[in-house]
């Protein structure tokens, strides 16, 4: 399967996911997000969040943005169904 079939499956779940949601979910699932990359940045650095940005405008992204734009599909669905599901989380 294509990277670019993977993010687009991806997509349509983290849709779907989020229709089923509250905006405290949805709201925890950002925080959550937030602080995964904190930690990142503090054990690696800064993240170049303009040429992330940079990404989401593109119509036709390489093959190495579009392994990145599926990974991170991946990870967000990931935090949704966790947030979903309950899974590991206690509400503050």
Same mark, same amino acid.
């Given at each position: 399967?294509?990277?670019?079939?993977?993010?687009? /499956?991806?997509?349509? &779940?983290? $849709?779907?996911? =989020?229709?089923?949601?509250?905006?405290? $979910?949805? *709201?925890? +699932? *950002?925080?959550?997000? *937030? &602080?995964?990359?904190?930690?990142?940045?503090?054990?690696? @650095?800064?993240?170049?969040?303009?040429?992330? &940005? @940079?990404?989401?405008?593109?119509?036709?992204?390489? $093959?190495?943005? =579009? /392994?990145?734009?599926? $990974?991170?599909?991946?990870?967000?669905? @990931?935090?949704? @169904? +966790?947030? *979903?599901?309950?899974?590991?989380?206690?509400?503050?």
């Amino acid at each position: 399967m294509s990277e670019l079939s993977t993010f687009e /499956q991806y997509y349509k &779940l983290a $849709d779907q996911l =989020i229709e089923k949601m509250s905006k405290e $979910d949805i *709201a925890e +699932c *950002a925080r959550l997000l *937030a &602080l995964n990359v904190a930690h990142y940045q503090s054990k690696y @650095g800064e993240l170049p969040l303009d040429e992330t &940005l @940079g990404m989401l405008g593109m119509s036709k992204p390489n $093959d190495e943005q =579009i /392994q990145l734009i599926s $990974d991170g599909m991946e990870v967000f669905v @990931g935090v949704l @169904g +966790c947030v *979903a599901s309950g899974i590991g989380l206690q509400k503050h």
